[in-house]
């Protein structure tokens, strides 16, 4: 699976399949989120999997352990290659995760990046530092069997270091250097990502809103170094 993943946020199937078009000979790994999820439900997955594309379902669940290995097993038989969960639901949770998503990538959603040092204090009355957070999420998903975090570029070599190279670090928040920034606050480009030892990038808007997204996924992958990561 190539490295740069493009997030599918489009609100509707036709939007989507007319912007997969150009992209049919390429067959890019694709992220399908909430808005799409919700909007067409799994049919809709079934068809871009049954087209070739690799697919990371985003849908972040969080529930109790029954219930999140129940839905775990309803995202197994779609066959997608990669989806996530919170990490705050606890080891229990995601070893049932795991049980029930036994052999695709699980990744765990430490905190997200909208959340800031004074709403993790304020709001959620946790008082250590946001990186000490991160960390011990990271930690306690491994322990759980997933297979890595999805987290800022920026936070990558702290869970490298901490949990090891293999456990991988899927990064959003990506702009190539000449892109606006849209909300997104700490951006790296691509090849600053690989750099800070991304496992796989998750870019939206700069592929999908670019003039020629063909020629903008070409270039991440040209910048993250898809020669050596593809080998990895
Ligand atoms: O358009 P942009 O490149 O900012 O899109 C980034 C994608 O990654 C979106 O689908 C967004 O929901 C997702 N994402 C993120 N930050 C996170 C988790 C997911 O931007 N912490």
Redesign the pocket.
Known sequence: MKPVII?L?FPNRQETMDFLQPFRDEKPFV?I?MELFYGEGPDLVREIKDMGYPIFL?LKLHDIPHTVERAMRRLHTLNVDMTNLHAAGGSAMMRAAREGYPDGVLLA?TQ???TSPEMLKDELGIVKPMNDIIVQYAALAKESGLNGV?C?PLESPLVHERLGKAFLTVT???RFADNAK?D?KRVTTPAQAKELGSSYI?????I?KAEDPVASYRRALADFGDAEAENR
């Open positions: 997030a946020d992220k989120g985003d959603v997200l990046t909208s999805v800022s959003p928040g990506i849209d997104q998750v870019v939206g808007r700069s999908t």
